[in-house]
């Protein structure tokens, strides 16, 4: 299989604190996980890519300094939401890209992490 | 850069009628595509995806998708639908050499009985 955790599945908190979802790979290494960003009723937007040992690469008007990745092992990536605002609420998804699988593109989804900022 | 459209924002279907749902893709070579489908509040379920070889893909619950080149799509059908099936649907694309993969805005699925 190709599991993809997320944790926390849902948070609560209040404005101005800082909040990590943590996403994880399962059963199989992943060198790239993606973090998407899905208000409601709307499709997923790719936020950024993140590569294991390096600087994830964010997607035009993603503020970098707001919204930190890091991806320290082949199995974990962390996106922290810094000084969150109730516009950050949102519903956000993780999903990995097996390091076995040179040939195709494949995501691997998470569950989703629903962000409330009071 | 790939781009998807899902054309229908919102359709209802009567249970036990056939589905099809539209998905239109612009690439440069040839795709990845993808649908999945998402229930209120989880994530995404993978329904099928098509890389290579034949375009009539199947995939799970029933539903089947067919890449048609000439046109640019990969629409998803269902001979008969179930209220289960009820739901959005995402259509998505991604490239051989990328990583990403990119969206449509997603069709949602009423089932009436």
């Known amino acids: 299989g190709a599991v993809v955790s997320q944790h926390p599945s849902w948070v609560i908190c209040k404005s101005g604190t800082s909040v990590k979802i943590e996403c994880r790979s399962l059963?199989?290494?992943?060198?790239?996980m993606f973090w998407y960003r899905q208000f409601p009723k709307q499709s997923l937007m790719l936020m950024a890519t993140?590569?294991?040992?390096?600087?994830?690469?964010?997607e035009q008007g993603v503020e970098k300094d707001k919204f930190l990745i890091n991806h320290a092992s082949l199995t974990l990536s962390t996106l922290t939401v810094t000084s969150a605002h109730p516009e950050d609420s949102s519903f956000y998804i993780c999903?990995?890209?097996?390091?076995?699988?040179?040939?195709?593109?494949?995501?691997?989804f998470g569950p989703g992490t629903r962000l409330t900022v009071l | 850069a790939q781009s998807v459209t899902q054309p229908d924002i919102h359709i209802t279907v009567s249970e036990g009628a056939s589905l099809e749902l539209r998905c239109n893709y612009s690439?440069?070579?040839?795709?990845?595509l993808f649908w999945y489908v998402q229930s209120p509040g989880q994530g995404l379920q993978l329904l099928l995806k098509?890389?290579?070889?034949?375009?009539l893909v199947q995939g799970i619950k029933g539903f089947e998708a067919e890449f048609k080149r000439s046109q640019s799509s990969f629409n998803l059908r269902k001979p008969s639908v179930h209220w289960s099936d009820a739901a959005e649907y995402f259509c998505?694309?991604?490239?051989?050499?990328?990583?990403?993969?990119?969206f449509g805005a997603g069709t949602r699925l009423t089932v009436k009985p």
């Open positions: 999903s990995a890209r097996k390091t076995s699988a040179p040939s195709y593109n494949e995501q691997f």
């Open positions: 059963d199989f290494q992943a060198t790239t």
């Open positions: 993140s590569n294991e040992g390096s600087k994830a690469t964010y």
């Open positions: 690439y440069g070579a040839t795709p990845y």
């Open positions: 098509y890389f290579s070889g034949d375009t």
């Open positions: 998505a694309v991604g490239a051989r050499s990328a990583g990403d993969m990119r």
